[in-house]
């Protein structure tokens, strides 16, 4: 399914997303502090909570809600990511982190020396269009401080098993630097 950049917008000023915009708070479903199958090496996960999307079969339904999960401050994450100095990088993840692009934002801009990669349910050229737009500031922000993008919807036709850090084989994984330089999706292997 195609969505416009409009419908991008919408879906990013979701309700939830709204207890996100007080500077300085995030809303979770979770964290996860050495994965190594959220990307490349061993990473600290931040899981946004709130997803406008519902891909059918989404393995993360609990984390829809925009009202679920927990409100945090985000000095409070940075603390726990500084304090472990084997990370090779942080990963958001979702719920949609897009649905709290002012927050997610503010947190990867708090993390200057770290690796950021970011899953998102909207594709990057969804996002990049809508980052485009004069409404599309937050988007923008947010996806000027990610390094790999792993975008597009979860596809349970064509879920698998074999592609690395990804759910379904539509999904791609995007070196975000190239692709905002080029205005384009460029693709990255993992
Ligand atoms: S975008 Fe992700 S969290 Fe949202 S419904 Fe799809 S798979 Fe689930």
Do not use: W
């Not at 409100?71 to 942080?90: K, N, T």
């Not at 993840?93 to 770290?114: K, N």
């Not at 759910?167 to 292997?189: C, F, P």
Request: aromatic fraction near 8%; proline fraction near 4%; hydrophobic fraction near 35%.
């Amino acid at each position: 399914m195609q969505i416009s950049a409009k419908q991008v917008g919408s879906a990013c000023r979701a309700e939830g997303a709204s207890a996100a915009r007080t500077p300085g708070v995030i809303r979770v479903s979770g964290l996860t502090k050495n994965s190594i199958v959220d990307g490349p090496g061993i990473r600290f996960v931040v899981f946004g909570q709130g997803c406008p999307l519902k891909c059918p079969d989404c393995h993360n339904p609990s984390t829809h809600d925009f009202f679920g999960g927990e409100l945090m401050d985000i000095s409070d994450i940075v603390a726990q990511i500084e304090s472990d100095p084997l990370l090779d990088g942080v990963t958001f993840s979702g719920g949609e982190p897009f649905a709290q692009a002012v927050a997610f934002a503010e947190l990867a801009a708090r993390l200057p020396h770290h690796h950021i990669m970011c899953y998102s349910g909207y594709t990057f050229d969804e996002l990049y269009s809508r980052s485009q737009s004069k409404q599309g500031d937050d988007i923008r922000a947010l996806l000027s401080r990610i390094d790999v993008l792993v975008d597009g919807r979860f596809d349970s036709v064509r879920k698998t098993y074999d592609a690395k850090f990804k759910g379904s084989t539509n999904q791609r994984a995007i070196d975000v630097k190239e692709s905002l330089q080029h205005g384009k999706a460029i693709e990255i292997s993992l």
